[in-house]
Structure formats: C-alpha cells, structure tokens
C-alpha cells in the first residue's frame, strides 16, 4: 500500500486542531526536560493503520513546536519503501535495526508507543548508568508491575522491572481524535538519582538464549 501524503496531512492537522492538550503537554516536556533529541522505535504500518497514522501525526506536531530537537531518529523494519519515503520528509529513517539498543548523548525522549516490554528493557540495559538523560513516551511500566509476576519480569525484563522503583509516570491529556491511540500511555521520567545508585548498575547476566524473542514489531 501507498501512503497518501494528503490523507496523513488529513491526520495531522486534525490532531493539530483536536488535540492541542495532548500535544501541549509532550511539549511542555520537553521543554522542562531540556530534550535535545527524539527516538522513536516501532510506530507502525502507515498506509494501513490509523492508530499509526494519528501517533506518527502526534510525532510531527511535537516537532513543529519544538524547536530545540536537534534531531530526530524513527525505525521500525515493516515500514515499506513508499512508507520510508514519507516518514523521511519529516524524520530521519535509521537504515539499520538496533534492536532498541542506542545509547543516547544527551537528554533524549524515546517515543514509543504500544512497544513490547523487552523493546522498554533493551533501551534501559543500553542506558542503564546515565537513565537520567531519557525520557520515555510508552506503555505503563507500572502496569506491567500489577498485573505480571515479579519473578516474570525479572527473568525477561529486569531493568524494566527494577526501574519502577526509581521512576515516576505522569498520565496524559485524553487523546480525543481517534479512540485507544494513546490508551495505557503515560510519560516515564527516572530519578535524578539512579546515577549514583548502585541498584542501577547494570549486574544483570547476559542471557543469549533470549535475544531471538526481542522483535520489533
């Protein structure tokens, strides 16, 4: 399928004009969070699918107005040629699969909409030391808590797991341009403290029989 520029254009001046709140706070985040950079990891079939039409509209609306962002980075691998094409006009298209794994060089906001939760675990292993410069946009983490075991998480997502002591998630405006876009979506902000906790050092053993479950999307 062909993305139309004309039906996105559609979707991103609707959420322009529908959901100014819901941008207004991801901006004021930014902001208050000094974020230089955005990374955005698995938004989705653009041509097909109008939850990710409306979370990548959320994506362009952020980055017009806010013109500190130096740079921002999106892969996903379903995306098709003429997908890459579009998304290219407003971001820059990683042309290899990192596996969620970047390390970041400055406050960076990780955008990540509906991931699954060892996609979460890889970008907190990576930044384990330094989690004070990421800010994640993305499913609760405390719900994982509620309603997963702790002897789960531990196994398959232990910085996950131990990050929830030292984070705190605030809830977002209701998204009200397309319904469940945004549902059990919150901002995670971690502690400025966890750099010189030694909880958070990364001590975890490196389990290699797992690294064929993480797939993006």
Known sequence: ?????????????????????????LCTVIVEKEIQEIVCYGIGKLASCKLAQYQFAV???????????????????????????????????????????RRVTCNTLFYMIHSSKRMYDNVLKSNWDQLKLCTI?????????????????????????????HSNEVELPKFVSYPNVFNNTVIINFLSSVESNEIFKSTFPVDSSQDEMEIIL
């Open 1 to 25: 399928a062909v993305v139309s520029t004309q039906s996105t254009g559609g979707v991103i001046r609707n959420v322009s004009k529908q959901d100014a709140e819901f941008c207004d706070k």
């Open 59 to 101: 994506l362009v609306n952020i980055l017009k107005r806010s013109p500190q962002i130096n740079r921002c980075l999106l892969y996903d691998p379903v995306l098709s040629q003429s997908e890459t094409d579009h998304v290219a006009q407003h971001v820059e298209v990683m042309s290899a699969n990192d596996r969620c794994s």
């Open 137 to 165: 946009v993305g499913n609760s983490f405390q719900s994982y808590v509620t309603h997963t075991t702790d002897s789960c998480l531990l196994r398959l997502v232990p910085h996950l797991f131990r990050s929830t002591d």
